[in-house]
């Protein structure tokens, strides 16, 4: 043994140990960092998917509805957020249309997406007609996020339709959330030039609008945001041209 190598030792055998100690620390730290990390990934990713199953109950009950009274083939389906939920005198504001109403309260577009095999599909409707994506600017997403769900629920509904028509009733103005009107405008523009024969845009957003360019309050209920009965008529007067297209066009 060379002279003097014993008093090296625990020299050698405390450094190996710090090293290991910071090692292990080093590696516990970064651990714990990944891990919150991808807590914090998986938290903004769930929270940014459609909260498919608060929908279930609304969706069972029209099923239920469905067995108990089958809608006939070759009706008009409206479908979508509050706005066609709250619609209670849609079968009266078209008479003479078989009409649907399958809309669910706070959706947005990608929740239709998601229950189309199940209020979309086995109605084999003539005529498809969508009011979404009011909610999605709400929650903060961007007219192309808006256009980019509505293409995929055009995809998802033509990939088992493929020649049914769909309408998209034009996000309208409201006082609540009149602050959007850019994003509103933008969003609406997009949709309206997508190039499909059978793709159809409904603008109800000019009849929404006073002389002074605001929205016409005395079309909305109190909350300033769903239509009354006076703003469903107006819908309706703007929306019956297009039902009365025949299904092939």
Same mark, same amino acid.
């Given at each position: ?8 030792? %625990?020299?050698r055998s405390i450094e ?10 080093? &590696? ?39 067995? &108990?009274?089958? %809608? $006939? ?14 619609? &209670? ?5 078209? $008479? ?11 959706? @947005? ?8 095999? +199940? ?5 084999? $409707? ?33 990939? @088992?339709?493929?020649?049914? $028509? ?8 409201? %006082?609540? +959330? ?30 929404m609008l006073n002389a002074?360019? @605001? ?23 703007v929306i019956r041209p ?8």
């Amino acid at each position: 043994m060379p002279h003097g190598s014993g008093r090296n030792e %625990p020299v050698r055998s405390i450094e190996n140990n710090v090293r290991s100690h910071i090692m292990l620390k080093i &590696t516990q730290i970064a651990f714990a960092w990944l891990t919150s990390f991808l807590l914090l990934c998986g938290a903004m990713g769930v929270s940014a998917q459609p909260k498919i199953s608060q929908w279930e109950p609304e969706i069972a009950a029209f099923e239920r509805a469905d067995q &108990t009274n089958p %809608p $006939p083939p070759e009706s008009v389906l409206f479908i979508g957020s509050s706005a066609i939920r709250k619609w &209670t005198t849609l079968a009266k504001d078209f $008479p003479g249309i078989s009409v649907i109403n399958r809309g669910f309260g706070g959706s @947005q577009i990608a929740d239709s997406t998601a229950f189309a095999s +199940r209020i979309i599909l086995p109605y084999h $409707p003539r005529l498809i007609v969508l009011y979404a994506g009011d909610n999605d600017l709400a929650a903060g997403k961007s007219s192309a996020d808006v256009v980019a769900g509505y293409k995929d629920f055009v995809r998802t509904v033509h990939a @088992q339709l493929p020649e049914t $028509p769909i309408a998209f009733i034009s996000i309208k103005p409201s %006082p609540s +959330r009149w602050r959007l009107k850019e994003k509103i405008i933008e969003t609406n523009r997009q949709i309206a030039a997508l190039q499909d024969d059978r793709l159809l845009f409904i603008n109800i957003y000019p009849a929404m609008l006073n002389a002074d360019g @605001q929205p016409k309050k005395e079309l909305f209920l109190a909350d300033g945001l769903h239509p009354n009965k006076k703003g469903y008529q107006v819908w309706a007067a703007v929306i019956r041209p297009y039902l009365e297209i025949p299904a092939n066009k």
